[in-house]
C-alpha cells in the first residue's frame, strides 16, 4: 500500500486538479517498492502491539523512542532491485524488519521485530543497551518536564520575584549534553520563556533560573534562581502577519507556476519519476527525508544507472558558543537528540512550496508507539526559476546560430522545526545528472536576555559571547553542521574516490616563453585515514569513480562532489561537545559500508561520550579503495547574528552537489525536449 | 531619451501587455536619469563627426576601439543624486562627456568629448598613449585577420596537403598576449577550424599552423606549419535541435510565470525599480551591463539608503594550461581584449528570460564609430524559484502558528559571447537587501586535435594538458577569474572593511566543564596592503561598514561580502599571464575610489604588461580606513572538463552574495506582502 497520501494543490485560476490526477493518482505500490518503504501507520500498530506483548505486564511504564524500518542488508536490496529491475518477480521478497527503541524501568532496550508475516508482527531479538548515552527525546516527556515548573514552589517563588504573571510564563526544554561526567541520568533543562504580548516567546528568555529535571522520575533534580536579568520587551518581536499594522511592505507581486502540459513527474508509491531520474522517496522519524536507490538515465547506453544508493541528513550538530552557566551545554544534536523527521512541520501550500507542488503525509511512532501522522511533510515540485541548462550563439557561421535550453528541475522539500530553528530541506534534481543538496536556516535565533540596550554599555565585547540584536536581546553566537550520508554507488557498487590536486607546473624546456600552468595530480586514498579532508584549503577536486567501469574513450565514469561554502568546527578538538560531534573535524570523509553505521553522533546522541561517532567508526581505518563506500559531507555554517536576523531570521540558504564527472558519454541533455 | 526600448514578451495564453505597458511603456527618461546613462545612438554619431573632424584627412585611416561614458567625478554625481532625491532640480546639470580611444597611423590615441551642447559634440582633450598595450579588438579587423588566409599560398597549400575542402576552413583569431617581448606589434594569432558537417567548428581545428597577423599592416607576418594532427569527426558535435535524429531526451515540461497582478517592477529610462530597491542600470562596450545607485528602501527610516555607487565586471581572465606552441599565449582577457558588452548575444525569449521578462537593447560604437544595436542584450524579471523568504512553526502555543513569506526576487541578465564561451551574467536583488551576482558558463569548450582515441593510449596524462572528452579531442584544462568592481557606499560614501575573524577561545577559569567556544576579533585595514585576502584560509566574515553611521542600539550599519566557491590562480607570481592579471594573485582587494581605476587588467589590456593592474595601484598602499572604497571580489573557477562538457557544456552557475549586516534595524521583509 502506498504510504502517501497525495493531495495535488494548485492555485484555483488554473485548476489542472484532473490532468494532475492522470499522473499523479496514487497507484497501490508494487511489490518491488517494498524493501525500503517507510513504515506504514498499520506496521506501526501491529509493532506497538508486539513490543507491548513481549513486556507484558512492565508495558504501562514502556516508552517508544525510535521505531523506523530496518532495512535489508544492501546486497540483498541490490539483487532484489536487479531482478525487479529486469521485471523478474524475487524468488522471495526481501525482509521486512523494523528497529525499536524503548524506555523501560530506567533503562534503554533495543528490539529488532519482524514484519513480514502479513498484519503480525513478531519479535526476532531484544537486547538491552548497556552503553553510554540515550535515546531520542519524545514529545510527551517533553511537555511533561515543561511543565514541572508550575506546580513546583521554588519556581513559583522565582516568577513571583520577578512580577511576572505566572499564566503568560511557557517553559521549552534542552537537552543537557556530556561534559565528563562520570555516572549520568536522562536529564532535560527546562529554559522558561514569557510570552506576553507576542506569538515570539523566544525573543522573551527569563535569564538566572537553572532548571533540571530527571526524565524517569520526571521531577525537578536540580534547582537555582541566581540572578535576574530585564525580559526583553514584547514590542517588536511579532511576526505574525495578522499582527502587523501598516505601513507594509516590500510588496511583492506573487508568481504561479502554470504547466500547460501538466507536471512532469509522476509518483507511484514511494517511487519518484522525473524526466531523466527516478529514485526512492522514504521518511524516518529522526532523519526525515531518505532518497534511495537514485538512477539516471543514460541516453548513450538506453538505460537507467546507479548514482546514490541512500541519502539523508545523518545529523545536525549546533553548538552554541556562550560558556556561561546557563548557556555553556547547549550543544544539540537536532538528529540524535530531538529527530529531524518526528520534527518535521506541515508545509503551507503556496507558501513553504509552490503552487505546483504535490505534497506527501508521513507517519512516526509516538511515546505510546501509536502512528502519527504529520500531513504535508514533504513536497516535491517542479522548479523553473529562469535558468538555462545550455546555450550558445555561433558568430564564426554566416547563418548566425543561437541555441538555449531552458533549466527544468525536480525538488523534494521537507521542513523540520527543532524548537526555535525552521530547516529548509531540499533534495534537488537536474536533467544534466546533477543532484543538488540544500538547506535554508530560518526560524527565529536562540537569544540570551541582557541588560544593555546599546552596544555602547559593552565593555568588553567578549562577554556577550553574541551580537546585541535590540534592546536587551544578545544573538548568540553558534554553528550548525549538517552531516550528509551519501552512500554512492556510481555505476555499480564498488567505487574509489579520487583526489584530483591542481598542481602548478613549470615549463621544462625553454621551447615556449611561458613559464608555469597547472596539471591534474590524481590521489586515490586506500583507506580511511587517508580520506579524511578538510575543504578550501588548496585547489582540488573529490571525485567517486567506479574503477572498472570505463565510457567509450578510456576515462572511468565518475560522479564529482561540488562543495558550497565550507565551514569546519572551530571547537577544541578536546572538548565535549567536539568529542561528540568529531565527526566534524574533517569536511569530507570516506568509509566502507556498513549497514550499522548510520548515525554519525552515535546510535544513542543524547549524553553520548564519542564513542560511537564518525570518528570512532573511520579510526578502524578499513580499505576504501574499490570498496562500496560511502561519503560524509559536512555542510557547516558559523553563525554572527545581525540585526536583520531579529525578530525573524531571512532565510540562508547554502549547499553542494554531485555533479556527473564522465558519467556520461556526452552532456546527458544535448536532446533536451522542453515542451511549452 | 531612453537608451533602452522595451519590448515585453510574454507566452501568448497570458496575454498581459496591456497591463504591462501602463507599467513599463517607457517614458522619456528625466533629467535626473542624465549623468550616467550610457551613450546613446545619437551620441555616438556626433561622437564620430567630432573625431572626425578633428583628425580632418586622417581620419579615412581612423578606427575606433572604445566609445564609453566617461561617467563624471564621483562627488558630482553624489551631489546632483542628493540633490534631486529631495526632489529640486540642480542648477547645472552634471558635465556629460564621452572617453574614445581610436587606432591611427599605427598608434593609439584617447579622446574626451563633451556631449553636455545638445547634439554637437565637441572635443575636450586628445592624447597620443606612449605606454604599452594596446586597446580593444574591432570585429571588423577581427573578420579581416580571419580571411587573409584564404589568399595566403602557404596556408592554401597547408590546407591541400591535408586534403581539406577549403570551403570548409573558417578561421577565428585569438590575441597573442605577452611573454616578455621587448618590442611588440598590435597582432592576433589566426586559429583555423574545419566545419564540415557541423555548427561546432570549435570542436574540429586543425592544429599545427601558426599564422600571425599584423593589424596595423593588415598581413600575416609569421606563419608555419609544424605538425599535423588528425581532425576530429564531426559526428556527434552537433548541438542545434534541427539536426537531431531521435530518440530525444530527456523530455522537461516546460513552465510559466504567470503574475496575475502583473510585474513588480517598473522602468523609466534607466532607473529600474523593484519592491524595496532602486537602482540605474547602464551598459558599457567593454564590461557590459554596469549596476549604479543601487539603494534599498528602510522601513524604519522610511527612505532609500545607499549600498552600492557602482558595480561591474571589471575585468575576465582565462588562461589555458597549454604549454605547447599553439597554446602556450591562450591567455585571454575578455573584457580588455573583446569586450564583454560589445560580445553580447541577443537574448532568446522564453529561453534566455524566462516568458515574464521585458528586454532591453544597446549600442555599442562598431570600429567606423556609427553605433550598432544589439537587440534584446539584457533582459528584467522577477524570479520565483519556490524559495522561501523566511518562515517558523511555534508548537509551544497552544494555538499552532505557521508563517511563512515565499520569496520573489528581480533579475537582470546578460549573456556575453566570447568566441566559443557563453557567460551569463546575472544580478539578483532581494528583498531582505541581498544583492546576489551569478555567472552562468556555458558554450563550447577550447579544444585541442589529438591522434588520441582511447585514454590507454596516453603514456603520460601530462602531455595532454586536459582531458579526452572524445575521439581525437582533448579540453584542455583552464580558469575563468571574474573580477567585480564592487563600489560600495553604506548608506554614505565613507566606509571601512572590518574583516571578523571567528577565533578559537579557553573557558578562562573552571566556571564550566566546558572548554572552548569561539569569539569575533575584528581587524580594520588601514591601508591598501592590509587589505588583499586570499579567502577560505581560516573562518572569517568580510563586512563593509559606515563608521559614522549607527543603528538605533548602536552597530555600525554595513553589508557583508558573502564568497562562494573560491578559486585562486595557481600560475607562478612571477609567469607573464599572472604579471599581467595579478590581480588574481588575491580573492578580495580594497582600494580608495579613484575614477581611472576601472579595469583591473589595465586600461590597454592586450598585450599588456602589468604595469597599470589592481596589484599596481594596490601597491601605492593609500589609506582605507574611513574612506570611499572600492570592493575587488574575484570570482574564480578552475575548469577540468569531463565528457558531459562535449559537445556543448551544461551551465556551471557559481556566485557571491552582498548582505546586509546591521544595516537595517530589524529584518526588513518582517512585514512583506505578496500579493496572489
Known amino acids: 500500500m502506498a504510504i502517501w497520501s497525495l493531495k495535488p494543490l494548485l492555485s484555483p485560476p488554473f485548476c489542472l486538479t484532473a490532468l ?23 506496521e506501526f500498530t501491529s509493532i506497538r502491539k508486539c513490543v507491548e506483548e513481549t513486556y507484558g505486564e512492565a508495558s504501562p511504564k514502556l516508552t517508544f523512542h525510535y521505531v523506523g524500518l530496518d532495512e535489508p542488508d544492501k546486497p540483498v536490496v541490490q539483487s532484489w532491485w536487479l531482478q525487479q529491475s529486469v521485471g523478474s518477480t524475487p ?3 526481501p525482509p521486512r524488519q523494523a528497529y525499536v527503541v524503548v524506555r523501560i524501568d530506567g533503562h534503554t532496550e533495543e528490539l529488532w521485530v519482524d514484519l ?13 543497551y548497556a552503553g553510554k548515552g540515550y535515546p531520542m527525546f519524545g514529545f510527551k ?51 522558561p520563556l514569557y510570552k506576553g504580548g507576542t506569538t515570539n516567546l523566544y525573543m522573551r528568555p527569563i535569564e538566572g533560573i537553572t532548571v533540571v529535571v530527571d526524565l524517569d522520575l520526571m521531577e525537578i533534580v536540580r534547582y537555582h534562581d541566581r540572578f535576574r536579568v530585564m525580559i526583553p520587551e514584547a514590542k517588536g518581536t511579532e511576526y505574525r502577519m495578522s499582527k502587523m499594522n501598516p505601513p507594509f511592505g516590500p510588496i511583492l507581486k506573487g508568481a504561479s507556476m502554470v504547466q500547460r502540459g501538466g507536471p512532469g513527474f509522476h509518483i ?6 522525473w524526466a531523466n531520474w527516478k529514485f526512492h522517496l522514504g521518511f524516518d522519524s529522526r532523519v526525515g527525508p531518505v532518497i534511495s536507490l537514485a538512477s539516471v538515465y543514460d541516453p548513450d547506453s538506453g538505460t537507467f544507472r546507479q548514482v546514490l544508493y541512500r541519502a539523508y541528513i545523518s545529523e545536525l550538530f549546533v553548538p552554541y558558543m556562550d560558556p556561561t552557566e546557563d548557556w555553556y551545554y547547549r550543544t544539540f544534536f537536532d538528529g540524535g537528540e530531538s529527530g529531524l523527521g518526528q520534527s518535521s512541520s506541515s508545509l503551507k501550500p503556496h507558501a513553504d512550496c509552490p503552487n505546483n507542488a504535490v505534497f506527501l503525509d508521513a507517519y512516526f511512532a509516538w511515546q505510546d508507539g501509536e502512528p502519527v501522522e504529520v500531513k504535508n511533510a514533504m513536497c516535491v515540485f517542479e522548479r523553473y526559476a529562469g535558468d538555462v541548462l545550455w546555450r550558445h550563439t555561433e558568430v564564426l557561421l554566416p547563418e548566425q546560430v543561437t541555441e538555449v535550453r531552458p533549466g527544468v528541475s525536480l525538488v523534494v522539500r521537507m521542513v523540520s522545526t527543532v524548537g526555535n530553528y525552521d530547516y529548509i530541506i531540499d533534495w534537488e534534481f537536474k536533467a544534466n545528472g546533477v543532484i543538488k543538496f540544500e538547506v535554508g536556516l530560518t526560524g527565529i535565533l536562540e537569544v540570551r536576555a541582557t541588560n544593555y540596550t546599546h552596544t555602547d554599555q559593552v565593555k568588553n565585547n567578549d562577554d556577550l559571547y553574541g551580537s546585541l540584536l535590540a534592546e536587551n536581546i544578545v544573538g548568540t553566537y553558534h554553528d550548525h553542521f549538517l552531516a550528509y550520508h551519501l552512500d554512492l554507488d556510481v555505476d555499480g557498487v564498488r567505487n574509489s574516490l579520487v583526489k584530483e ?3 602548478t607546473r613549470r615549463v621544462a624546456n625553454g621551447s615556449v616563453p611561458r613559464k608555469s600552468y597547472w596539471a591534474v595530480e590524481k590521489m586515490i586514498p586506500r583507506t580511511e585515514s587517508e580520506a579524511r579532508f578538510r575543504l578550501g584549503q588548496e585547489p582540488s577536486e573529490f571525485v567517486v569513480i567506479n574503477p572498472s567501469k570505463r565510457t567509450k574513450i578510456g576515462n572511468n565514469v565518475g560522479y564529482s562532489l561540488v562543495p558550497g561554502q565550507v565551514g569546519s568546527s572551530i571547537l ?41 561517532t564518525l570518528a570512532t567508526w573511520s579510526s578502524r581505518n578499513r580499505k576504501i579503495e574499490n570498496e562500496d563506500i560511502v561519503l560524509w559531507y559536512m555542510l557547516g555554517f558559523h553563525h554572527v547574528p545581525v540585526q536583520e536576523d531579529f525578530p525573524i531570521m531571512p532565510a540562508l540558504r547554502t549547499g553542494f552537489e554531485l555533479r556527473p564527472a564522465n558519467f556520461f558519454e556526452r552532456n546527458p541533455t544535448l536532446k533536451v525536449k522542453v515542451t511549452p
Open 501 to 503: 590536486e591542481l598542481k
Open 116 to 128: 513480514g508475516k502479513g498484519d503480525r508482527a513478531s519479535l526476532i531479538a531484544k537486547k538491552v
Open 20 to 42: 494532475i490526477f492522470i499522473f499523479l493518482c496514487p497507484k497501490h505500490s508494487h511489490q518491488y517498492h517494498y524493501p525500503l518503504n517507510s513504515l506504514t501507520p498499520s
Open 268 to 273: 507511484d508509491g514511494s517511487l519518484v519519476s
Open 572 to 612: 577544541a578538538r578536546e572538548d565535549y561537545p567536539q568529542i561528540r560531534g568529531a565527526f566534524t573535524d574533517y569536511n569530507l570523509w570516506v568509509t566502507p559500508y556498513n549497514k550499522s553505521e548510520k548515525w554519525v553522533g552515535g546510535r544513542f546522541t543524547d549524553q553520548s561520550r564519542g564513542d560511537d
Open 141 to 191: 516527556e517533553q511537555d511533561a518536564a515543561g511543565n514541572l515548573p508550575f506546580s513546583y514552589r521554588p519556581f513559583l517563588d522565582s516568577v513571583e520575584r520577578r512580577k511576572l504573571n505566572i499564566s503568560l510564563v511557557v517553559c521549552t526544554v534542552s537537552s543537557t549534553g556530556w561534559f565528563g561526567e562520570k555516572e549520568t541520568k536522562r536529564t532535560l533543562r527546562v529554559l
Open 91 to 93: 524468488a522471495s521478497p
